[in-house]
């Protein structure tokens, strides 16, 4: 061993080592606290020797979980090709072929008029562009989204996201940046439950209408069709169908922000076919990559009025992940894995559902696909006039806790970060599914009597 290098041989040593060494932003190791040495499927196995599964999944990048064979595959074709693994926005036969696959994947009328555009690694640079795009396109400046909304942590998407921590200390963010009302059942804006996305949409109408409303004309409105670090809340169907008349009617781009839903994991290829709906500018991330870095965004034709250079990106040509992310889209398609994700997240919820009668502090269960979120309350406080009780971020983040003893990886979020989030790969099977519900069951009840029975 060469003096003075650190023997990374367990969890403990590997996090003594990232917590000295490490930025004080990371996050998950807080809360996820484990060093992996490797993965297959939907199982990670930590450095101790301990077997966990995998419901985080990379927060949703790897619909196929880890290592798979497919992906393996990709990779190797490349490096034995000898292709440059770095192209800038030059072409090759494995990005076209990329761009196949792709648009084979869209809806066939929105694919006929689509643009693509390569974007930077992450989800948070492609909702940069999409900004830039439909700012470019209409001449107007205002942008609206939605409370409880993320679409990243960079300077212009912090500002257009309603969680408010990551952006208390960051001073002048994008002006003309307006937050409407998502419709969130449990805790609805309006204290009226499940009608609410009616008044939503009403809302939104109106203020678009009014000459004083105090919003200049918006070069577009960006939504989440499931809102995910939002505490994985569907929009209604409805409500969606509603929100895209309003902006058609008013030639208002709208922009919607499937990083987190794409690629089948909300039991369709795209969130949005749920509701029969196209936008006019779609965000890829997380899963288009095939577990590798890659973004890309869609868009209409019509709104392709910039000039050369107008989005650049020295990453945007990642030609291995091209190649893993076309592999992946081609298998997840010929395995009919949204299908799969659509029964599995029915079967899954309602399992939950029936758990929720089994213990005092869930509240909600909800999702779409494999996107499903639990939301922890404390019914010892009062509830709302809906009969919602308050949140429980204490609770919520003992029951992750417990999960991670019993070898389950999830994530904590939503309002208060108190929604438990399931977000596993679209390749889990039911028997795996009731393994989770089982860990998942006994965690809560151990965690409810930590917390005295509440």
Not at 336 to 343: D, G, K, V
């Amino acid at each position: 061993m060469v003096s003075g290098v650190t023997p990374y041989l367990d969890n403990a040593s590997l996090l003594a080592s990232q917590e000295k060494r490490e930025s004080n932003a990371r996050s998950y190791p807080r809360r996820l606290p484990l060093a992996i040495k490797q993965a297959e499927g939907v199982y990670v196995t930590d450095m101790d020797g301990k077997q966990y599964i995998d419901c985080l999944a990379g927060a949703g990048t790897l619909a196929l979980g880890h290592n798979h064979a497919v992906i393996h595959a990709a990779i190797q074709d490349v490096l034995r090709s000898k292709l440059p693994l770095h192209t800038l926005d030059i072409t090759t036969p494995v990005k076209e072929k990329f761009v196949d696959e792709l648009f084979d994947s869209l809806p066939p009328s929105f694919a006929e008029k689509a643009k693509i555009q390569f974007c930077g690694p992450t989800g948070g640079d492609a909702i940069e562009a999409a900004l830039k795009l439909v700012k470019t396109a209409t001449g107007n400046r205002a942008i609206l989204s939605f409370q409880g909304g993320y679409h990243g942590s960079t300077h212009g998407t912090l500002s257009i996201s309603g969680t408010l921590d990551p952006k208390k200390n960051i001073h002048a963010l994008v002006p003309d940046s307006h937050f409407l009302p998502y419709p969130y059942e449990y805790r609805c804006p309006f204290g009226i439950g499940k009608e609410g996305y009616k008044v939503s949409s009403t809302y939104i109408e109106n203020l678009l209408d009014d000459p004083d409303s105090g919003i200049v004309s918006p070069a577009g409105i960006i939504v989440e069709v499931v809102q995910g670090e939002g505490g994985s809340i569907p929009a209604p169907i409805e409500w969606l169908k509603e929100l895209r008349r309003i902006t058609r009617e008013r030639n208002i781009p709208l922009i919607i922000d499937e990083v987190q839903t794409g690629i089948g994991r909300t039991g369709k290829m795209f969130a949005f076919e749920h509701a029969g709906i196209e936008p006019d500018v779609l965000v890829l991330s997380k899963a288009i990559g095939g577990s590798l870095p890659l973004s890309v965004m869609l868009y209409d034709r019509r709104l392709d009025q910039w000039e050369p250079g107008a989005h650049i990106g020295t990453f945007r040509g990642n030609q291995m992940a091209m190649a893993t992310g076309q592999a992946s889209l081609k298998y997840i398609k010929e395995n009919h894995l949204p299908e799969h994700a659509n029964q599995n997240g029915k079967y899954f919820m309602n399992q939950l559902s029936s758990i929720q009668e089994n213990v005092s502090s869930i509240g909600d269960v909800r999702g779409r696909g494999l996107m499903i979120g639990v939301e922890i309350i404390n019914p010892t406080k009062h509830p709302n006039q809906l009969g919602s009780y308050p949140a429980s971020p204490e609770l919520a983040s003992r029951i992750q806790q417990e999960c991670l003893k019993r070898g389950l990886i999830l994530e904590v979020g939503g309002r208060f970060s108190s929604v438990i989030r399931l977000l596993p790969p679209l390749i889990i099977t039911k028997e795996q599914i009731d393994d989770v519900l089982q860990r998942f069951y006994e965690s809560i009840k151990s965690a409810e009597d930590y917390f005295g029975s509440i």
